[in-house]
């Protein structure tokens, strides 16, 4: 795999730089053509088997600086084998360029040795093969490899298939991934949910994000990267147009964009001319500082097409701002009617590519009218504002805590080890 891994690495490297010579489009196709030749190809690669030849603990591998929703989770993940009181490490892998890096609080664990028995690989399906050939068949032999792969829908690629044969088993944040990857292989797949908090800080107020103080304002949240049509913010959007006019001048729309284009800009400026109150937040924030402005707000918005977890609308949650979100996929699993507004769809067929998802998949297609409906009252009505973002408070700290995190991966870390 010398020249692929080369290949790979290159294009990635170089990506900024083809882009402006490249479509898109065609830069997307030829890294999926070269990781599907590369995965069809692991078939006929043999790990030694699992067989304590290292000692117990766990190689977690992952971004864990990035500052993206995958970074988070990588750092989620930390925190539950630190509270399981299991012996570990971390791997800094990333395909290169890579995202933003800023985030350190783990740093006291990142090792280049890979000394434990147990490998976590928290590098989702889509970049597995890249990672095999980077860093190479001795790191998974002799020890028990597991997976933690987030996903957003009930139809999985089939070209990633292959990767399934470089585990042992796989793991994943929500019941929702794990019963859509159990329709594709017989080995053993688990959820482990995260543990979610929100530490905020006060100096992050309205002012610093230059929001004003006397208008009642939403907020929605997408990133490029993380495909604009699953996080779907023409429906919010339209909710908010059909919500209030333009002559209404105590309410406001903030948008907080990731990885994004000059095009992405006008797009939101077009999206919503004639509005007074619209800021667009564009910089790179600290995890404190988004949550901050996620309480600093009043209401969070996700009308998403589909989530494999849903972490953003967890810690809204968990930091008592009230939440509007399409009823459908992994977010479903910490939030219910009484402690979020949850928004119903009707279900629709992918009509063309939109890589990594296909032509023919399906996702939710969220009802913008019942949605305008919901920030109409929550504006209104403050009795209604105040039972959500309380009952929103206790739920999730109740779905998701760190007791019965750290339960599951001591058991589980305990069956696989009486395998031998």
Not at 212 to 222: A, R, S, W
Not at 308 to 329: D, H, K, Q, R, Y
């Amino acid at each position: 795999m010398g020249f692929s891994k080369f290949a790979l690495a290159a294009a990635e490297r170089f990506r900024p730089v083809l882009l402006k010579i490249v479509p898109q489009s065609m830069l997307s196709s030829i890294k999926e053509n070269l990781v599907r030749r590369n995965t069809n190809k692991l078939k006929n690669v043999k790990i030694v088997p699992y067989d304590r030849t290292y000692p117990e603990g766990i190689n977690l591998i992952g971004n864990i600086r990035a500052e993206t929703g995958l970074g988070q989770s990588t750092r989620l993940v930390s925190d539950i084998l630190e509270a399981s009181g299991e012996a570990y490490v971390i791997h800094d892998f990333f395909v290169p360029p890579g995202p933003s890096m800023n985030d350190h609080t783990h740093d006291d664990k990142i090792s280049e040795e890979f000394p434990y028995d147990i490998n976590i690989f928290h590098v989702n399906a889509s970049e597995f093969t890249v990672a095999f050939i980077n860093m190479g068949k001795q790191v998974w032999d002799h020890r028990y490899n597991i997976a933690y792969w987030l996903w957003e829908l009930e139809e999985f690629p089939e070209e990633w298939l292959g990767c399934i044969d470089l585990v042992d088993e796989i793991w994943t944040p929500a019941d929702f991934i794990t019963n859509t990857l159990k329709k594709y292989t017989d080995k053993p797949v688990m959820t482990l949910p995260y543990c979610v908090e929100a530490p905020t800080d006060e100096k992050f107020d309205r002012e610093f994000f230059g929001l004003p103080d006397d208008v009642f304002l939403f907020l929605m949240m997408f990133d490029s990267g993380s495909i604009m049509e699953r996080k779907n913010p023409d429906s919010v959007f339209a909710a908010y147009k059909e919500a209030f006019g333009t002559d209404n001048d105590k309410v406001g729309i903030v948008v907080k964009i990731n990885e994004y284009s000059t095009e992405d800009i006008d797009y939101i400026h077009e999206a919503l001319k004639g509005y007074a109150n619209v800021y667009i937040l564009s910089e790179t924030l600290t995890k404190v500082q988004v949550n901050s402005l996620i309480k600093a707000v009043d209401v969070f918005v996700s009308l998403h097409r589909a989530e494999g977890f849903g972490l953003v609308l967890a810690e809204a949650m968990i930091a008592g701002t009230p939440t509007i979100a399409t009823n459908w996929s992994a977010n479903t699993e910490f939030a219910c009617p009484e402690a979020a507004c949850m928004v119903d769809y009707k279900m629709i067929e992918i009509e063309k590519d939109i890589p990594p998802y296909k032509k023919g998949y399906h996702w939710a297609d969220a009802d913008v009218t019942q949605a305008a409906g919901f920030m109409k009252r929550l504006y209104e009505d403050r009795e209604f504002y105040e039972s959500i973002a309380e009952n929103a408070e206790r739920y999730v700290a109740e779905k998701l805590n760190m007791e019965r995190s750290t339960r599951i991966v001591k058991e589980r870390v305990k069956d696989i080890r009486k395998k031998l």
